[in-house]
Antibody, heavy 121, light 107 residues
Framework: EVQLVESGGGSVQPGGSLRLSCAAS????????MSWVRQAPGKGLEWVAN????????NYLDSVKGRFTISRDNAENSLYLQLNSLRVEDTAVYYC??????????????WGQGTPVTVSS | DIQMTQSPSTLSASVGDRVTITCRAS??????LAWYQQKPGKGPKVLIY???SLESGVPSRFSGSGSGTEFTLTISSLQPDDFATYYC?????????FGQGTKVDLK
């Protein structure tokens, strides 16, 4: 059974940092693109970043470029998102998702339960 | 970025109703469109990919259609488990973008 379990969310002041983790199980992690998608309170979904199986290709939403870094550890079956220089508008639930690629950012056939990030002074 | 516009934003329906949700893209997306269902406090669940392909395990009462810039999700006979929010997503180009969502609630 495919499982994605996020952790690492919390409350932080503007300008602060957090590191989100996603523990994957039930599939060959190193063969899949993985992505982070976020959802602001009461709002819709927003793709944030993705990475290919060996970590050599990364893509980011323009508004997070230079502030967020996606990474993975295939030996640990884990995906990460380092969030730096956080802004109030980054407040959201962050989901880890497995990507099915065929075009663009791909679509997502498995999602975690999400980890909440609150940026507030 | 490609803008995705869903309608309606809210839909009130009864069990057994046929429900249709529309998603319009700001440019042609070559059928690279997915539909998701989300319930409160949960991650989304994919229903349809490539505009009309049913994801494995998803009930056949869900169907997708459309091409170019206009797409629809249809639930042929609404069931109690289907009250949720539905999102479309284009993956024709970066960044993948989602519609604003359609909440299906009980009439």
């Amino acid at each position: 059974e495919v499982q994605l379990v996020e952790s690492g969310g919390g409350s932080v002041q503007p300008g602060g940092s957090l590191r989100l983790s996603c523990a994957a199980s039930g599939f060959s992690f190193n063969t899949y693109w993985m992505s982070w998608v976020r959802q602001a309170p009461g709002k819709g979904l927003e793709w944030v970043a993705n990475m290919n199986g060996d970590g050599s290709v990364k893509n980011y939403l323009d508004s997070v470029k230079g502030r967020f870094t996606i990474s993975r550890d295939n030996a640990e079956n884990s995906l990460y998102l380092q969030l730096n220089s956080l802004r109030v508008e980054d407040t959201a639930v962050y989901y880890c998702a497995r990507v099915v690629c065929c075009a663009g950012s791909g679509w997502f056939n498995y999602w975690g339960q999400g980890t909440p990030v609150t940026v507030s002074s | 970025d490609i803008q995705m516009t869903q309608s309606p934003s809210t839909l009130s329906a009864s069990v057994g109703d046929r429900v249709t949700i529309t998603c319009r893209a700001s440019q042609i997306i070559n059928n690279w469109l997915a539909w998701y269902q989300q319930k409160p406090g949960k991650g989304p669940k994919v229903l349809i990919y490539k505009a009309s392909s049913l994801e494995s395990g998803v009930p056949s009462r869900f169907s997708g259609s459309g091409s170019g810039t206009e797409f629809t999700l249809t639930i042929s006979s609404l069931q109690p488990d289907d009250f949720a929010t539905y999102y479309c997503q284009q993956y024709n180009s970066y960044p993948g973008t989602f519609g604003q969502g359609t909440k299906v609630d009980l009439k």
